[in-house]
């Protein structure tokens, strides 16, 4: 069983950058393959970004390439999403899961909005 909490959510202008976190409870965490998903305003929730068990990358979503970097510590249980080069189209709710996500480990997370 993992339980996944997303933070570093927040409000920045159209070019900037935040980082998320996704802390994970449970010993299995490092042995899944584990991503980001986002869920905007009033669209379904889609995939943005998956990375192995090992570290290695798995895919980006297009629209996120060459902006996003996943990345994870397994020492501390931690995957991460580094955002760059915001733009409203990223505003969304995103939320950490495995990959692929498993229905009972979906979490409240983390609000991202970008104002032009």
């Known amino acids: 069983q993992v339980q996944l909490v997303e933070s570093g959510g927040g409000s920045v202008q159209a070019g900037g950058s935040l980082r998320l976190s996704c802390a994970a409870s449970?010993?299995?965490?490092?042995?899944?393959?584990m991503g980001w998903f986002r869920q905007a305003p009033g669209k379904e929730r889609e995939f943005v970004a998956a990375?192995?068990?090992?570290?290695?990358?798995?895919n980006y979503a297009d629209s996120v390439k060459g902006r996003f970097t996943i990345s994870r510590d397994n020492a501390k249980n931690t995957m991460y999403l580094q955002m760059n080069s915001l733009t409203p189209e990223d505003t969304a709710v995103y939320y950490c899961?495995?990959?692929?996500?498993?229905?009972?480990?979906w979490g409240q997370g983390t609000r991202v909005t970008v104002s032009s």
């Open positions: 990375i192995g068990w090992g570290g290695g990358v798995l």
């Open positions: 899961n495995t990959y692929p996500p498993r229905v009972a480990y």
């Open positions: 449970g010993r299995t965490f490092s042995t899944n393959a």
